[in-house]
T-cell receptor, first 114, second 114 residues
Framework: DAMVIQNPRYQVTQFGKPVTLSCSQT?????MYWYQQKSSQAPKLLFH???????NEADTPDNFQSRRPNTSFCFLDIRSPGLGDAAMYLC?????????????FGPGTRLTVL | DQQVKQNSPSLSVQEGRISILNCDYT??????FLWYKKYPAEGPTFLIS?????DKNEDGRFTVFLNKSAKHLSLHIVPSQPGDSAVYFC?????????????FGTGTRLTIIP
């Protein structure tokens, strides 16, 4: 089945220790998104890639970076995690961004910062 | 500033009855609305959508109603089934910007009581 896969499902890191979350997709979609969802809050878009074009949300902290080496994979790098970065990180894909198109979400990676 | 609000964090409904989930928005420019459903340990999945040119969209047991003057939409599930127990997210967008400006609500946890 075509799907969006996120690894790991649970990640524990220490305060200030860099961490990378990964997302892969078999849908061959052009667009990949990273969302941050804190407890009892709405998912918040951090950035997205349209093919290799990177689009950062204005209020996404510089601490968060992303890489998309090819169509199938996208990585979220948190350079110096703080306690406030503990959250669920959701990866999603869609065919386009220029119209409202269904997004396909992965199961998420829950990040704990000690 | 939460532009999409789901004021009921949780809702319990008897199996077979109607479930009504509500969503309010503040940005009158939003012109496309979606509902996503999320089971534990899974990513959100698309359920149903509606454009602002309509006031109702129906898909099987699911109907979304849009009241533009009140900036309010609702999702009706009838009859409710145990498998409908999940968290439901309302999302809104500006169709010209598509998925780039998709704004989610905080979600409502629906529990169907057998």
């Amino acid at each position: 089945d075509a799907m969006v896969i996120q690894n790991p499902r649970y990640q524990v890191t220490q305060f200030g220790k860099p961490v990378t979350l990964s997302c892969s997709q078999t849908l061959n979609h052009n667009v990949m998104y990273w969302y941050q969802q804190k407890s009892s809050q709405a998912p918040k878009l951090l950035f997205h890639y349209y093919d290799k074009d990177f689009n950062n949300e204005a209020d996404t902290p510089d601490n968060f970076q992303s890489r998309r080496p090819n169509t199938s994979f996208c990585f979220l790098d948190i350079r110096s995690p703080g306690l406030g970065d503990a959250a669920m990180y959701l990866c999603a894909t869609s065919r386009v961004t220029t119209s409202v198109d269904e997004q396909f979400f992965g199961p998420g990676t829950r990040l704990t910062v000690l | 500033d939460q532009q999409v609000k789901q004021n009921s964090p949780s809702l319990s409904v008897q199996e077979g009855r109607i479930s009504i989930l509500n969503c309010d928005y503040t940005n009158s420019m939003f012109d496309y609305f979606l509902w996503y459903k999320k089971y534990p340990a899974e990513g959100p999945t698309f359920l149903i959508s509606i454009s602002s040119i309509k006031d109702k969209n129906e898909d099987g047991r699911f109907t979304v109603f849009l009241n533009k003057s009140a900036k309010h939409l609702s999702l009706h599930i009838v009859p409710s089934q145990p498998g409908d127990s999940a968290v439901y997210f309302c999302a809104a967008s500006l169709s010209n910007f598509g998925n780039e400006k998709l704004t989610f609500g905080t979600g409502t946890r629906l529990t169907i009581i057998p």
